[in-house]
């Protein structure tokens, strides 16, 4: 009857890391376009503040919220299929 409990705890943890890797990756590119865009307008200021300021806007974004839907996805995509093969 709880045969599906380690098929969820696996399915979370292989999403938890791929949330982590894209999270990792996002701020990475972030970082990087930010310290181009410092060097293109002139490298005015602090960079490592221009980076942190710009790295906390980013932050708030909408975009690094996206992320998350790595674990809705799947979730709906299963919840879908399982409907679709028993009710359908």
Known sequence: MFGFIPVLVIGFV???IVYLALSVWSRQVR????????H???????LETYIHQGLED???SFRRKLILLVYIVPL???GGIIYVVNYQ
């Open 76 to 78: 709906v995509a299963v």
């Open 58 to 60: 980013y932050d708030d």
């Open 40 to 46: 293109d307008e002139g490298g005015k200021g602090d």
């Open 31 to 38: 970082r990087g376009k930010l310290r181009q865009r410092w």
């Open 14 to 16: 292989v999403l938890s």
